[in-house]
């Protein structure tokens, strides 16, 4: 057996079903908000898209590079959702399964684990597949820590770890602190790559759900265009429609950027058996091609925040955060106990940010901290914070 395997962590999930071992007390009904897994209808378009599909494409195997209408219907979007001059779908774009089974098996593909201590840099709270994605490739974690706005202070890391760093994920809108990273700070990265010599793997998941309709994320490759960089040299981006168009279940998603890497991985990929569904590829081409559904998207996450902390402002610092779905609350005891007590007192199920982070430098970025995901309809989201807030109350009047 390979003995990395050893040094994977319980994923947050069974950490958390460990928590809920003892019922509730109550007979509230059960209200999930800890797995960042939408629950919107599926757009009309989708099922339409679904149905049209269901007896074509399984009479051959799909290529691994996916079939150029689905690549095109990417390039367009990218085009104009990055405001990129150009985009080759022929040779910066390969179709995936969904971002996370993407994440993982890059570092699989960029990791030389031959060499002296290869270091890949993850931020610190962290999407989990980075951390294990870097120990089966062979090469060890470096956690930057998110603390002040929590954003990634890239200016901690020493120059001798960017000296070994193979690869830099990073994660814009950010999993779980739903944070954004400026143009000034891609940029900067852009440079310590070229510096340094490693890859930038940034994962853009969440790029379409936020909170100013005006200012939408700004994207790796769309800086990577600003400083006239084309061949989007070092930079990959990671796209997924699971959270853009309510589908998760698709399983279905993108790369794009520096086509010496994506012809790479598409080689990886050729051994690694993942081609995506003729079918699926259909059903993505059109989703990628539409953006009423995503407004529509939007617009729900944005009624269930203006809900969720209005009931929440007066007993707790709560912020509405530039994007993704996620609420990243300080608590007032310690994360673990608080999720532990708020599903046994009120049946409501939120994640401890100690299980997203690791203890690095000294310090646990997700230590008095929960993610909520509003995920759930507006009404659940409603009954959710209110049963919050009478817990916070209860907490108050007890200290």
């Known amino acids: 057996m390979n003995p990395n395997l050893n040094l994977l962590q319980p994923y947050p999930f069974e950490k958390l079903n460990k928590l809920k071992i003892n019922p509730p007390a109550t007979d509230k009904t059960a209200i999930n908000l800890a797995l960042g897994e939408p629950q919107h209808a599926i757009p009309a378009l989708i099922e339409q898209a679904v149905q049209q599909t269901a007896s074509n494409g399984f009479c051959k195997y799909p290529a691994t590079k996916g079939d150029i209408k689905i690549r095109s219907s990417i390039a367009r979007w990218l085009t104009k959702r990055f405001k990129l ?21 890059f570092a699989q593909c960029i990791v030389d684990h031959t060499v002296p201590r290869p270091l890949v840099l993850i931020p610190n709270p962290f999407y989990q597949i980075y951390e294990g994605a ?20 890239f200016d901690s890391v020493p120059a001798d770890v960017w000296e070994n760093c193979q690869l830099l994920y990073i994660c814009s809108p950010n999993n779980p602190t739903g944070t954004v990273l ?15 010599d490693f890859i930038i793997a940034a994962d853009e998941c969440y790029s379409e759900i936020y909170a100013a309709e005006d200012k939408p994320p700004v994207g790796l490759l769309q800086a990577c265009a600003e400083l006239g960089r084309l061949d989007f040299k070092r930079c990959m981006v990671f796209h997924s429609l699971s959270k853009r168009s309510n589908v998760p279940g698709l399983r279905s998603g993108f790369v ?8 790479q991985f598409w080689l990886y990929r050729t051994y690694h058996g993942c081609a995506m569904s003729p079918i699926v590829q259909e059903i993505s081409a059109i989703a990628w091609g539409d953006e009423k559904h995503v407004r529509v998207n939007r617009d729900l996450y944005r009624q269930k925040y203006t809900a969720v902390i209005e009931i929440l402002a007066p007993v707790i610092e709560i912020n509405y955060p530039p994007a993704s779905f996620y609420l990243w609350l300080e608590t007032p005891i310690d994360d673990v106990e608080f999720a532990q007590k708020l599903f046994i007192q009120q049946n409501v199920t939120v994640l401890p940010g100690s299980f997203l982070s690791r203890t690095s430098n000294g310090v646990n970025p997700g230590s008095k901290r929960v993610r909520i995901a509003l995920v759930a309809s507006i009404e659940e989201c409603i ?16 200290s």
């Open 85 to 105: 001059p150009s985009i080759n779908p022929d040779e910066h774009i390969l179709p995936v399964n969904g971002t996370r089974e993407a994440l993982f098996a």
């Open 134 to 153: 870097t120990f089966l490739a062979g090469a060890e974690p470096w956690f930057i820590n998110s603390l002040e706005e929590n954003s990634p202070d």
């Open 182 to 196: 400026d143009i000034d700070t891609l940029q900067d990265l852009i440079t310590k790559a070229d510096k340094y």
């Open 256 to 263: 794009a950027g520096d086509a010496d890497i994506i012809h």
């Open 383 to 398: 009954e959710a914070a209110q049963r919050l807030r009478i817990f916070i109350e209860g907490i108050d009047e007890s």
